[in-house]
Structures are given as C-alpha cells and as structure tokens.
C-alpha cells in the first residue's frame, strides 16, 4: 500500500508517494488556487482531494518556528499562515477511519543541514530511476523536503538525510 510524505506550504502542498517497499512512486507540487487563502477555504479546497488518494498512510512535516540568525529578516506570522494551511491540509487526511498519521520535525529528519546540500544526500540516495519520477514545477526545494521526510521516515535514511 505505501504512504505519502508531506512539506507543507501556503502556496503548495509538496507530496512524495511511495510504494510498499520505500520506493519513490512519484513526488510533486500540489498548488492550491491562490495563495491568500483562509483557513475555511483551505479546508474546502483540500475536503476532495482525500478521495484520490490511495494510501491511509501519511508522515507530515510538523511547521516549527527555530530562533532565526542575527538580523535575519524573517516575519514569524507566516509560520501562523503555514500552520493553518497544514492543519487544513492534515484534517482532510485524518477525517478517514484507519488513517496513520504522523509529524516529524525538520530537525530530526534533515537537522540543521542547509538545503541545497540535503538536496544533493537525497539524490545520492535515490536510485536514477526514483529521480526520473520527481515531476517539476512550483517551488521544487519543497518536493525535495518531502522526498526526504519519506526517506527518513521508511530508514532509508537517517538524521541529516545520510544513509
């Protein structure tokens, strides 16, 4: 049966399908129709899209908010933004009998590693074949986000995205 992985986004949800055997099925943006969105639309606009998906099992990324650099220009309300929109997206999932949920945080599945290099762990530990299957389009740092939940949440990977 296989499970999603899950990056949440307020423009995007970023999804990761795997197979039985932890194998990348597939993994893409899934936009939402704009992106100021309140939480009651969000949640009308998700409400469908559990019926097409094919698994009861789902690992998401919990948003978390880590004390930012010095002078790092961050507005800390787009996390509360963030946060509805991955609640809205998490309730459609759960609202089925049976359903396997989880949440992991950033920093136990790819710690405090910059980006661009856990993107490239997680193509070392993708087989060609699993990376011929990442449909591109929309923000693509997410997709690799939920690539490597699903990574380290099947073992295939450990705490930093190393095998």
Sequence with gaps: MGFLSIDPGVRSMAIAQWDSESNLVKAWNEPTP???????ECIRHWSGYRTVLTTDEFVGEKPVVYPGARGLKTNPNDLIDLAMCASAFYSVLLDYPG???????????????????????????????????????GEMHNVWDAIGIGLFAS????????R
């Design 34 to 40: 704009k992106p100021d969105m309140s939480v009651s």
């Design 99 to 137: 359903t396997v949920f989880s949440l992991v945080e950033p920093a136990e599945w790819k710690a405090q590693v910059p980006k661009e290099i856990t993107r490239e762990r997680i193509k070392a530990i993708l087989t060609p074949q699993e990376i011929s299957r990442i449909r591109k389009g």
């Design 155 to 162: 073992g295939r990977a450990k705490r930093g995205m190393v």
